[in-house]
């Protein structure tokens, strides 16, 4: 009795394995699928993953693109062949200069390469082809009109001593423009409150302008730049008694827009395309010289500038004879400027709108940078406005 028992007992172990083998399998092969699905799921996850980043990438540039279509910037001078042999000379060059970003290509990064090649090729075209015209934000423009006898008076004195002291290249051209305003300023005819310092900046600028000088560039990029912020002003600007002296000329200098916008003058500037943006506005954004003699052909890297203007100041009775540019007109680096296209040229024409603007006023004295504009029309109006007129005196 007990032998069957054990017998019976025995044969439903096996019974019972033979039950379970065929479950054991069953979970094992459940498991490998398991496996094998969160395998395919953690494979999958990147690519969707890097998928989304694509989009995320196309989207970014899609938009970038928008928005410099928005601003309805023109490019002026470049021919539409010539654009597109500049892109595809600009791929074969960064694929040169950079192996790692030709190899990142070919390996298929291409979320990183759309990026890297966007921003090169709107660069390229938008910053090295095409210089801009523009508001000239970056500009020192302060006109000093609330401060000019507290700074002629209390400050300037000691700041040009100051400067002179520090730059040995500007003390050199101050020195060499008072011994030719000494010899010149008896046979001039000058408004009263006009000094010898303002005869002086003058006839400086007008010198290492005509001569191109290094001083000259270095003065009007300074001045390009120093009004970033009242900061860069007074602590990396070291011009601000030239500056002042100069400004101040030309203001007891000027004379009614109705003379001097109906004589032509014209001048150049360097590069091949220029662009401006939708309110076609600009200022110069330094200190320009203009002449009425039209150059005879500009050259292939510069633009011709045919401009009508208001705050300009002729200055050929401070030479002792004639100039062969014919009439010589300094402008003021903050007059408003209408800018259009000569014709199907890649030149510009620049009508004055009878304004100048400026972000400071008596910056030395602790005036910031203002959020508007600081506006001036002729007569000496000035008033505060958060846009800029387009209407000029003819259309008054």
């Not at 110069?284 to 705050?311: E, N, R, V, Y």
């Not at 062969?324 to 209408?338: A, K, M, T």
């Not at 002729?378 to 259309?395: D, K, L, P, Y």
Request: net charge positive.
């Amino acid at each position: 009795m007990k032998k069957d028992q054990l017998e019976i007992k025995h044969t439903l172990t096996e019974i019972k394995n033979i039950i379970q083998r065929p479950n054991s399998r069953l979970e094992e092969r459940k498991n490998q699928v398991k496996d094998l699905k969160y395998k395919e799921a953690k494979n999958t996850q990147p690519e969707k993953q890097k998928e989304k980043r694509i989009q995320k990438y196309e989207a970014s540039v899609r938009s970038l693109w928008d928005n410099f279509k928005c601003t309805n910037i023109r490019i002026m001078g470049m021919p539409e062949e010539e654009r597109k042999q500049d892109i595809e000379n600009l791929f074969e060059e960064m694929t040169e200069n950079f192996p790692y970003l030709k190899r990142k290509m070919k390996t298929g990064n291409f979320e990183m390469v759309t990026m890297l090649l966007s921003a090169m090729i709107l660069m390229n075209i938008f910053q090295v082809k095409a210089n801009m015209l523009d508001m000239a934000d970056n500009a020192f423009d302060d006109e000093y009109q609330k401060c000019t006898d507290r700074m002629e008076i209390k400050y300037v004195p000691q700041l040009l001593k100051e400067e002179k002291a520090s730059h040995q290249l500007f003390e050199d051209v101050w020195e060499n423009a008072k011994a030719k305003w000494e010899a010149q300023k008896t046979q001039l005819s000058l408004p009263m409150s006009f000094k010898d310092n303002h005869g002086i900046a003058l006839m400086a600028y007008i010198s290492e302008a005509q001569e191109q000088t290094s001083f000259y560039h270095l003065f009007n990029e300074a001045v390009k730049m120093a009004g970033q912020s009242r900061k860069d002003y007074i602590y990396g600007f070291q011009f601000k008694a030239f500056h002042f002296y100069l400004t101040k000329a030309l203001q007891l200098l000027r004379r009614p827009c109705e003379d001097s916008y109906k004589n032509v003058v014209y001048s150049t500037i360097q590069g091949t395309s220029f662009t401006f943006g939708g309110l076609n506005q600009a200022r110069l954004g330094h200190f320009t010289l203009a002449h009425s003699a039209k150059p005879q052909a500009a050259s292939d890297q510069h633009i011709l500038l045919t401009i009508h203007t208001c705050f300009g100041v002729a200055i050929g009775k401070f030479f002792d004879k004639e100039n062969e540019s014919g009439r010589i007109i300094i402008i003021p680096l903050n007059e408003i400027f209408h800018v259009s296209q000569d014709g199907a040229s890649n030149n510009l024409i620049l009508r004055s709108t009878n304004k100048t603007c400026s972000h400071y006023e008596c910056a030395f004295l602790g005036g910031g940078m203002h959020g508007t504009w600081q506006v001036s029309a002729a007569g000496g109006r000035e008033r505060n406005m958060a846009g800029i007129a387009t209407a000029g005196w003819w259309s008054r």
